[in-house]
C-alpha cells in the first residue's frame, strides 16, 4: 500500500500534529501518524458545535451536577472533558514514546494574558487532566514569566501568541532557565517536553493587511513566505545554541507552511482540512527544512515590510512590545472573542 504524503513527513523525522482536539479528527489523524494535537477555547467551541448531539448533554449535565458555578465555570469544566478525551486519544502515543510525544496542548485562559501567576495557578489545574498535557501560554510579558515557573515544576509549555524570531527566542531562554530550576530542585526534565510554537500564518496576514493599508506595490504571493522565513532563521538558531524546546509551526495559510519545513527537527501543528488536502495533493514530499528562502524573495519582503524586518531580526522587537506587535493584538483579540462564543454556548443551555 502507499504511503500518505503524512506518513512519508513523519519518515523524514518530522512530527505533525492535528491542529484539533475533535475527537473524530484526531483518531483518524492519530491513525495517519499524528503523535500531537492543540487546543484553546476557539479550537473546543468548534469540536462541541461540530458535535451537539455529544456535548449538549454534557453541559445540561455540568449545569445540573454544579447548581452555584458560573457560565464560565461551566465552560471549563466542559474543556476539561473535552481534553480528557483527547489526550485518551494520544495516550498510546506517550507511553510508545516513553512520554516524548503524544501530548495534547491546552490553553490557559486568554483573558489572563496579563497576569502570570492566574496563568500558572489554571495550567497547575489543566496539567492534572491527564498526565500528557502541555499548557499553552502566550509570548508576551507575563506568559514568558509563566513559561519559566511552569517549567520549573516539570510542567511541559506550549508558547503560543508568537510570530517572531525574537518571540522564539525569548521563549526559548525562559525554557532552558526553567529547565536549570528543574534539575537545581531535583525534578526529573526527561519527560519534560517544551514547545515554542511560531503562528507562521498569522504574521503572512499582517503583512498583506499592510499591503492594502500602506498601498505596498509588492506582489502579494511575497507575503506567503515571510513566516516560513522566520521559522526557518529561528529553526537556525536554535539549533546553533541548544535550545531544548522544540520549534512548531502553524496557523496555516499555504502548503509551504508544510512543505517548506519537512526534514527538520519540528513539529508541524496542521488543521484537519489542510492535511486532508495536503495528502491528495501532487506535491512532493522531500526535505526543504535546509533550503535557503529565494534571495530575492527574502530581499522584497525586507526592503517593504518594516514588520518584517522586526519579526525577523533576533533584536527587531523588546519583549515590552510583543504584545503591542499587529499579530498579537488581531490573535489576542480573536481568542478573547472566541473564548465569549465557547461560554455563550454554555449560557445558552443555562438559560433556556
Known amino acids: 500500500m502507499n504511503k ?18 475533535d475527537h473524530s479528527e ?9 503523535v500531537g494535537a492543540t487546543s484553546n477555547p476557539v479550537i473546543t467551541k468548534a469540536s462541541v458545535a461540530a458535535h451537539p448531539d455529544v ?76 498526565p500528557n498535557i502541555a499548557i499553552k501560554c502566550p509570548v508576551v510579558t507575563a506568559g514568558i514569566k509563566a513559561i519559566e515557573d511552569l517549567t520549573a515544576k516539570g510542567i511541559s509549555i506550549n508558547a503560543t501568541v508568537s ?16 529547565l536549570r530550576k528543574a534539575e537545581e530542585s531535583g525534578i526529573n526534565t526527561d519527560s519534560i517536553t517544551p514547545y515554542i510554537t511560531i503562528m507562521v500564518g498569522r504574521i503572512d496576514d499582517h503583512l498583506r493587511r499592510e499591503i ?3 498601498k505596498i506595490m509588492v506582489d502579494p504571493g511575497v507575503t506567503h513566505w515571510a513566516g516560513v522565513a522566520i521559522f526557518k532563521k529561528a529553526y537556525r538558531i536554535f539549533k546553533e545554541r541548544g535550545y531544548r524546546g522544540k520549534l512548531l509551526s502553524a496557523a496555516f495559510r499555504c502548503h509551504m507552511h ?35 528562502v529565494p534571495s530575492e524573495i527574502l530581499s522584497q519582503l525586507e526592503d517593504n515590510f518594516e514588520d518584517f524586518r522586526r519579526a525577523y531580526d533576533e533584536k527587531g522587537l523588546t519583549i515590552e512590545e510583543f504584545v503591542r506587535f499587529d499579530s498579537s493584538v488581531n490573535t489576542l483579540n480573536g481568542f478573547l472573542q ?3 462564543e465557547f461560554v455563550a454556548i454554555v449560557r445558552k443551555q443555562m438559560v433556556k
Request: hydrophobic share 40%; net charge negative.
Open 163 to 178: 510570530f517572531s524570531v525574537p518571540q522564539a527566542v525569548a521563549a526559548a531562554e525562559a525554557v532552558e532557565r526553567g
Open 55 to 130: 456535548w449538549l448533554p454534557v453541559i445540561d449535565r455540568l449545569i445540573e451536577e454544579n447548581p452555584t458555578s458560573t457560565e464560565d465555570e461551566i465552560a471549563w469544566l466542559l474543556g476539561d472533558q473535552v481534553g480528557e478525551r483527547a489526550a485518551k486519544i494520544l495516550e498510546p502515543v506517550y507511553e510508545k514514546t516513553n512520554g516524548q510525544k503524544g501530548k495534547l496542548s491546552l490553553q490557559v485562559n486568554p483573558k489572563y494574558y496579563r497576569n502570570a501567576d492566574r496563568m500558572v495557578t489554571q495550567a497547575a489545574q489543566l496539567a492534572r487532566i491527564a
Open 26 to 34: 484526531l483518531q483518524h489523524a492519530v491513525n495517519e501518524g499524528a
Open 212 to 214: 492594502g493599508r500602506e
Open 4 to 21: 500518505t504524503k503524512m506518513q512519508l513527513t513523519s519518515e523524514f523525522g518530522t512530527d505533525w500534529w492535528n491542529d484539533s482536539n
Open 338 to 340: 472566541g473564548y465569549d
Open 258 to 292: 508544510w512543505s517548506e519545513f519537512i526534514g527538520g527537527d519540528v513539529i508541524i501543528s496542521i488543521p484537519y482540512y489542510w492535511w486532508n488536502q495536503f495528502n491528495a495533493s501532487s506535491i512532493e514530499v522531500i526535505p526543504r527544512m535546509d533550503q535557503e
